[in-house]
């Protein structure tokens, strides 16, 4: 099936869902609110040329099952020309059902390219705040310019100040999320905030945990002010998963059961189309998106189809599976649709905005010998070097990878190979620290003279919290380190600790 056909079943299958929501419980079409449903915000999303995703969802009561009963509630919806929404140009009516925690997901089209847009909800008497979307520059145009962040690792125990900081950065027109956009377990010792229970298992239990999150000022602030496009790491299910494991051993049949609510749920709660809605514990999340001719983002999922660690999930010397062909992080599927749409990319800057680190470096955990971790591309060592050849190889546009997961900022030159020192570059790549987690942080500069003195294609290394913003003009990309003071209480400073550019044509990464 083409994609066209298989889009045109996507939005039939989504309209038969929408009837069978109808014919479920009795559509509410002028709810009333003792309290505000808006309280995990408003959100934008997967922009492109013509359009963007819209997102809420109806959650008067958000920690405890969201409260609103189990009939669907009609939405009104509106995109503005103006932030006052004086100059609507579009609206219609969307159904917030049960069976999606009755989450609202409009998928607006027909619009103009490059441009900013507000759109905002209302259901009965209650309206949402305005949202600040963004269409994409249209296809064939050649921006001068674009703004955007990306940060990772929001754990709800501490401060969301860098995302405080970071909605102050009002020239910012996407956000990159690359995953743990929440975490599963119980509530932590000694730490400023708490979840609201422990480790999740059920689909309740996901929804209350991904709306505890949503209730943060600071980060409903960001998803006002521009497009997030989402992905997820470990977290979002279980620490350290793959594929079908767990880090438990559970029975892959069993752990797939919750990996499909946890899936479920992070749907309902993100700005995805309608494409994403998964099917039991599937979910297609790998896509791309354009900046004009300015990036390609391949925007990709290193969780739901890897092959179990072959060396397990922590750091240490290679063991006796560390060159296995068989392993793999993307799957196969994901893996050949990622070589051909870099291998026909006509973009300046082709973008990887995923999880773990690709470089690969020795972390210099052991005194006798490198030791690698291999929970994440280095440990998937042939997967790695397949990626890394295809790049040096076909050759797309100004490779840049972008990167989460490991709580600490990193910033590498991708070797060809990490086992060889002689290795050409292939790639830029930048890692960003959390928003939170690990809590307050340090620069580290011990450790940061150690692992440089061993990786020679390693430029930086900061263990402290914040983000990354980047400007991507068709010559030059500018990478800037944000980084705050601490996140165990509110209001920290902020500083850009550290700055790199990549000049088109090359790989190389200098400081600014
Ligand atoms: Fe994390």
């Not at 009609?74 to 995109?79: A, G, N, Q, S």
């Not at 063991?319 to 990319?345: I, K, N, V, Y």
């Not at 990878?401 to 709580?407: A, I, K, R, S, W």
């Amino acid at each position: 099936m083409d994609r066209r056909s298989f889009l045109a079943l996507q939005s039939r299958l989504f309209a038969l869902a929408l009837v069978g929501t109808q014919f479920g419980g009795r559509l509410i079409a002028n709810p009333r609110f003792s309290t505000n449903p808006y309280s995990l915000g408003v959100a934008s999303g997967d922009p492109a040329a013509d359009g963007f995703v819209i997102w809420t969802r109806l959650a008067p009561d958000p920690v405890k099952g969201g409260g609103m009963g189990t009939d669907p509630v009609k939405v009104r919806w509106e995109v503005a020309e103006d932030e006052a929404m004086r100059r609507v140009v579009q609206s219609g009516d969307a159904i917030a059902s049960p069976e999606l925690a009755h989450s609202v997901h409009v998928e607006v089209a027909g619009l103009q390219a490059d441009r900013p847009y507000w759109y905002r909800f209302q259901a009965g008497d209650a309206t949402s705040p305005v949202g600040r979307a963004r269409t994409m520059p249209a296809l064939g145009t050649m921006p001068g310019k674009l703004r955007f962040a990306f940060a990772s690792c929001q754990d709800y125990h501490f401060h969301y100040t860098a995302w405080q900081h970071m909605a102050a950065e009002t020239d910012i027109d996407l956000v990159f999320h690359l995953g743990d956009y929440i975490y599963e377990g119980g509530p932590k010792q000694n730490t400023p905030r708490q979840h609201n229970g422990p480790e999740i298992y059920s689909l309740d239990d996901y929804r209350n945990r991904l709306a505890l999150y949503k209730t943060d000022e600071h980060l409903q602030a960001m998803h006002r002010h521009c497009p997030f496009l989402v992905t997820w790491d470990d977290h979002e299910v279980d620490n350290n998963y793959a594929g079908a494991m767990d880090q438990d051993g559970t029975r892959p049949e069993t752990f797939l059961k919750r990996r499909a609510l946890a899936y479920q749920a992070y749907y309902e709660h993100m700005p995805l189309r309608s494409f994403c809605r998964p099917v039991g514990p599937d979910m297609q999340l790998y896509r791309r998106m354009s900046y004009g001719s300015l990036a390609d983002f391949f925007i990709l999922d290193t969780r739901q189809y890897r092959s179990n660690q072959p060396c397990g999930d922590k750091s240490g010397k290679p063991c006796d599976g560390f060159f296995d062909p068989r392993a793999t992080m993307l799957g196969e599927s994901q893996e050949r649709w990622l070589h051909d749409g870099l291998g026909r990319s006509s973009g300046r800057w082709n973008v990887l905005a995923q999880q773990v680190i690709l470089a690969g470096f020795d972390t210099v955990r052991s005194e006798d010998g490198p030791t690698f971790s291999m929970d994440q591309w280095s440990g998937y060592y042939s997967a790695r070097n397949r990626l890394t050849r295809f790049l040096s190889e076909a050759k797309p546009s100004n490779p840049v990878v972008l990167t989460g997961d490991v709580h600490s900022n990193w910033v590498s030159e991708v070797p060809l190979d990490f086992l060889d020192e002689r290795s050409p570059s292939v790639a830029a790549e930048f890692v960003g620290t959390s928003i939170t987690s690990g809590g307050d942080g340090t620069a580290n500069t011990e450790y940061r003279a150690k692992v440089l003195a061993k990786n020679p294609w390693m430029r930086h290394y900061n263990g402290q919290r914040g983000y990354v913003s980047c400007t991507v003009t068709p010559e030059r990309w500018l990478a800037e380190y944000r980084t705050v003071e601490y996140v165990s209480r509110p209001g920290s400073p902020i500083e850009t600790h550290a700055r790199f550019v990549v000049e088109n044509g090359s790989p190389r990464i200098t400081s600014a």
